[in-house]
C-alpha cells in the first residue's frame, strides 16, 4: 500500500497570505488527524476528520481550518499567516474506528515558511 | 488526563553501546503507547507500540520497550547502537477518539551516535 502522501513538500509565503496543504491517506483509511511540529512546541494536536466531519480540534485559532473529502482526501488551510505559523505541518492517517488503538500513520510533512 | 515526558532531550551513545530512551506517561485511562522515530526532513515513522497484552514490546530496526504500569514508564532500548539509529525519537499517549482523539507527544529525544 501506498503511504501518507502530503503536498507541496515546501511553501515559502508572506505575513497575511492564506496557504492550502493537502494529504492523501492510506487507501482504506477514513481518518486524517493534522499536527503542527515546531522547535518551541514540539507536536501539536490541530484536528482530526472523520467521514468528511470534524470530530475532534486541538487548541488552535480559528485561522487554521480544514475539511476532508469523500474519498478521505484532507485539506488544511491556514489564513492571514503569522510569522508563528512556520512549521512542519504533519498529516497522519488511521482506519480511524473508535478504538484508541489505532495506528496513525505519518507522511513526510510539508514544511511551511512563512516571511 | 494524558500527558508523557522524555527525560533528555539528547542523549549520546557510542556506535554499538546500548541505547536507552526514557518515557513516562500519565494516564487516566488505560494507556496505549507508542514510539516513533523522526529523521531529519521526514516524517514521523512507527517504531512500536504498546496495546495490550505482552508487556515488553519489540519493534522496527531491533527498537523493544517495556511498558512498567508500576513506574508509569515505557522505555525505549537498543541493546547496540548503529550510526543510523541517530535521529529524534518521540514517545507518545493515544487519547481515545471521544475524549479528543488524538496523540499527545513528549517533546522529543535527539540520538547522536558516535563512531
Known amino acids: 500500500k501506498a503511504g501518507v502522501t502530503q503536498t507541496p513538500r515546501y511553501l515559502i509565503k508572506t505575513r497575511g497570505q492564506q496557504v492550502t496543504l493537502s494529504c492523501s491517506p492510506i487507501s482504506g483509511h477514513r481518518s486524517v488527524s493534522w499536527y503542527q511540529q515546531t522547535p518551541g512546541q514540539g507536536l501539536q494536536f490541530l484536528f482530526e476528520?472523520?467521514?468528511?466531519?470534524?470530530?475532534n480540534k486541538g487548541n488552535f485559532p480559528g485561522r487554521f481550518s480544514g475539511r476532508q473529502f469523500s474519498n478521505s482526501r484532507s485539506e488544511m488551510n491556514v489564513s492571514t499567516l503569522e510569522l508563528g505559523d512556520s512549521a512542519l505541518y504533519l498529516c497522519?492517517?488511521?482506519?480511524?474506528?473508535?478504538?484508541?488503538?489505532?495506528?496513525?500513520?505519518f507522511g513526510p510533512g510539508t514544511r511551511l515558511t512563512v516571511l | 488526563a494524558q500527558s508523557v515526558t522524555q527525560l533528555g532531550s539528547h542523549v549520546s551513545v557510542s556506535e554499538g553501546a546500548l541505547v536507552l530512551l526514557r518515557c513516562n506517561y500519565s494516564?487516566?485511562?488505560?494507556?496505549?503507547l507508542f514510539w516513533y522515530v523522526q529523521y531529519p526532513n521526514q516524517g514521523l515513522q512507527l517504531l512500536l507500540k504498546y496495546t495490550t497484552g505482552a508487556t515488553l514490546v519489540k519493534g522496527i530496526n531491533g527498537f523493544e520497550a517495556e511498558f512498567k504500569k508500576s513506574e508509569t514508564s515505557f522505555h525505549l532500548t537498543k541493546p547496540s547502537a548503529h550510526m543510523s539509529d541517530a535521529a529524534e525519537y518521540f514517545c507518545?499517549?493515544?487519547?481515545?477518539?471521544?475524549?479528543?482523539?488524538?496523540?499527545?507527544f513528549g517533546q522529543g529525544t535527539e540520538l547522536s551516535v558516535k563512531p
Open positions: 476528520y472523520f467521514s468528511e466531519t470534524q470530530r
Open positions: 507518545a499517549v493515544s487519547v481515545p477518539y471521544n475524549q479528543g482523539g488524538k496523540l499527545i
Open positions: 494516564s487516566s485511562v488505560p494507556p496505549y
Open positions: 497522519a492517517s488511521s482506519p480511524g474506528g473508535a478504538a484508541s488503538t489505532d495506528t496513525q500513520y
